[in-house]
């Protein structure tokens, strides 16, 4: 999704610095605890979608870098967009309902060209232009002309325009002198994304931001196979009936690939290994539940507390892990 082509001659009168700006976090969050990368920019210049080092942690047409929440609980505590660095505000939007895209309303913000859904727009001198995307309803906290400081909030994580996860979309853009439009640009390299993937990185960012190339935020145990309602919330139930039809681990994972292997245990309040499965993932998904469960058995589940894990191996980098556990009463 090309979203920053629309800002064109905002920053052609305007001033500029001679350093590149250094980025910093764009969301008040701890990255890998409470906020993830999602989606990094794509590289491909064609119809398939690489990331830059070569991996399918992106979409096709996709020109910015996703930090999302764990779910919208989390946006609905409010979690604020901050300036990835000093600059001045050239566009702003506000107004745009949150959750449209989710309701039914694709063509709709197709057609109004409201992707982007509410957003801020920051010329950082020497052409370079950052732009932050899908804020919530009403939260923008600046205007057009207004100087920020690295770090300032500028709104809050929301989730309008095309998103059905809450998350904000930060792109960056580069201007040439006397440009009309600009080109975007690939923070975790320095490079134009046209220029394809599997290039030497030169980050942008003034922080260590190590490249995630899949990841499960969150886990559980539940009694059927969540969907996507740990969108909605995605912590896991704290108890559940004797009489639950199952008990499934489960997780939530960014950036799930072909080939990824989730092995999921379970262990009875007797000690007894219920659940020791294995599946293996059939596509590359940006956003993915695997669950693997018992059925109850006639008599229904012991009470007490069962414990678990579920495992995500990928060959060539260490296994990510997360304990589990739900109390049966």
Not at 119 to 130: A, Y
Request: net charge neutral.
């Amino acid at each position: 999704m090309r979203i920053l082509a629309p800002l064109l001659v905002l920053c052609l009168a305007t001033p500029s610095w001679a350093e590149s700006p250094r980025f910093g976090l764009p969301l008040q969050c701890r990255l890998g605890e409470s906020c993830w990368v999602m989606n990094y920019p794509d590289t491909d210049p064609g119809p398939g979608a690489r990331d830059f080092t070569c991996r399918v942690r992106t979409y096709d047409k996709h020109d910015g870098t996703d930090f999302a929440l764990r779910d919208i609980d989390a946006m609905r505590k409010g979690v604020p967009v901050r300036a990835a660095a000093a600059g001045k505000v050239i566009a702003t939007r506000d107004g745009e309902q949150d959750g449209q895209w989710i309701a039914g309303h694709q063509q709709e913000i197709i057609r109004r060209v409201r992707e982007c859904g509410n957003r801020v727009s920051i010329l950082h001198g020497d052409g370079w232009v950052t732009d932050y995307c899908h804020m919530r309803q009403g939260s923008v906290a600046v205007k057009m002309g207004d100087h920020v400081e690295a770090g300032q909030m500028i709104g809050l994580v929301g989730l309008s325009g095309m998103t059905d996860f809450p998350h904000a979309h930060m792109g960056v853009l580069h201007f040439d002198p006397g440009a009309e439009k600009g080109e975007p640009v690939d923070p975790f390299t320095s490079a134009p994304l046209a220029s394809g993937c599997g290039r030497q990185p030169h980050p942008m960012w003034g922080f260590p931001q190590p490249y995630d190339s899949g990841e499960i935020y969150a886990a559980g145990v539940a009694d059927h196979v969540p969907g996507n309602e740990i969108k909605q919330s995605a912590a896991s139930a704290r108890r559940l009936s004797p009489a639950s039809g199952a008990l499934v681990v489960w997780a939530g994972m960014f950036g799930a690939a072909k080939g990824d292997r989730v092995y999921a245990r379970l262990t009875g309040p007797d000690g007894k290994l219920l659940v020791d499965q294995a599946v293996t993932v059939d596509g590359d998904q940006a956003w993915r539940v695997t669950g693997i469960g018992k059925k109850r058995p006639v008599a229904g589940w012991m009470p007490g507390t069962y414990r678990g894990s579920i495992r995500l191996e990928r060959q060539g980098r260490p296994p990510q892990e997360r304990a589990v556990s739900v109390e049966v009463r």
